[in-house]
């Protein structure tokens, strides 16, 4: 049986940083591509970013360039979410989804996901 399971959410101030950790069990970590997606209050879920099987990274979500970032820990079956420079506009329910092989920016695609971290900024 698959799981994922996300943690690292929380309150912070706009400017401060969080990390988000991804766990997934039940598959082979090694040939899934990780997803962070995410959903605020009266939007549709959006991606932000992707970690493919070699480590290499997709951004889906553009104002988060520069900002977030994304890597693996196969040896962990985990991802991470790393985000700085937090900005009110991020507060959101973050998921994480897992896709055999490769990455997609479309929620439709990905056949496993957790429950998510709630991320609050405030101003």
């Known amino acids: 049986q698959v799981q994922v399971v996300e943690s690292g959410g929380g309150l912070v101030q706009a400017g401060g940083s969080l990390r988000l950790t991804c766990t997934a069990s039940?598959?082979?970590?090694?040939?899934?591509?990780l997803t962070w997606f995410r959903q605020a209050p009266g939007k549709e879920r959006e991606g932000v970013l992707c970690?493919?099987?070699?480590?290499?990274?997709?951004y889906y979500e553009d104002s988060v360039k520069g900002r977030f970032a994304i890597s693996r820990d196969n040896a962990q079956s985990t991802v991470y979410l790393q985000m700085n420079s937090l900005k009110p506009e991020d507060t959101a329910m973050y998921h994480c989804?897992?896709?055999?092989?490769?990455?997609?920016?479309?929620?439709?695609?990905?056949?496993?996901w957790g429950q998510g971290t709630q991320v609050t900024v405030s101003s």
């Open positions: 970690v493919f099987l070699n480590g290499g990274t997709v």
């Open positions: 039940g598959l082979p970590f090694d040939t899934y591509s």
């Open positions: 989804a897992a896709r055999y092989y490769s990455c997609s920016g479309s929620a439709a695609d990905y056949p496993y």
